[in-house]
């Protein structure tokens, strides 16, 4: 039997292109909306440790995705109702107000794509954030890292729906202490 080389070649060939097109990722520009919950409730200032009341969280994101790859720049606001305060050991004391925090990051991800609808995501991120605690104190360029997990669902091929996971971490300023928090957010992906 003989065994033809340029046949092998070019089977080959399509075998490649048509697993590549069914398991492809979408590329192009996006926009990303999310709201969700803050899952802590402790932030501590150089004197004083405030407790809240889990709050809420929304954020919308610009982004390109290339195959797996994403690049975006987030904007992410948290706000939570103040609840105690105490210094040290001492007992709480009831305080009105709210902790508001606002981050500006630039966040890369990486995302698993198969033959099936959902799709699993890692992302880091960096930047920064302003901490406004009631009407007393700010501090308006503190570091912050995050770190992220999410299961989304490709709801066509421009849609994308997911909950996401949220480690949040901000270093220590001239008025509060480092503090990390987590959140589960829901989002929404629309890839252009």
Known sequence: MKYNTNTFLKTSFLLTFFKLALFAAPSGVYIELGAGLSL????????????????????????????????????RYKKDDLYSASIGNSSSIKVDGDLISNSQMLNLYYSGYNS?????????????????????????????????????????????????????FTSQSDSFKANSDSAITFTLRYIF
């Not at 932030?43 to 809420?56: D, I, P």
């Open 40 to 75: 802590d409730d402790v932030q501590e200032t150089k004197s004083v440790n405030y407790v809240y009341n889990r709050g809420y969280i929304g954020s919308i994101a610009l982004g390109f995705q290339i195959d797996t790859l994403r690049v975006e720049l987030e904007e």
């Open 116 to 168: 099936s609808k959902l799709i699993s995501s890692v992302g880091l991120g960096a930047g920064i954030t302003s901490l406004e605690l009631g009407e007393t104190l700010k501090d308006d360029t503190i570091l912050s890292l995050q770190g992220m997990l999410s299961v989304g669902y490709g709801i066509s091929d421009s849609f994308i729906a997911t909950t996401k996971y949220t480690y949040f």
